[in-house]
């Protein structure tokens, strides 16, 4: 479980549901169930969440949207040792 810092609540919703700072940036804005809303993406550690966030609503989400990095790499060793002399018997 993740937890996202969005900022303080007053301040998302004085500022009409826009990142402040670094937290996150705007994509664009879009209406949604008939409401106006701010597209807003947050880059977190391995994952990034858009959210659509509708000022008329408190900044109250109305869709929300994860993605994961995938991971490309495998971990497995290297080489294969034989224990009995320490040497590399295999190595990719």
Known sequence: MFELDLGERAALVD???RPEGKRGE???EQVMLNYSTVVARYDMW???L???LAPELSC???HARTTAEKQITKHRPACLIDA???APVLCR
Request: contains cysteine; positive net charge.
């Open 46 to 48: 391995k994952a990034r």
């Open 15 to 17: 500022s009409g549901c």
């Open 50 to 52: 858009t959210l659509w």
């Open 84 to 86: 009995h002399n320490l």
């Open 26 to 28: 705007v994509l664009g």
């Open 60 to 62: 109250f989400a109305e």
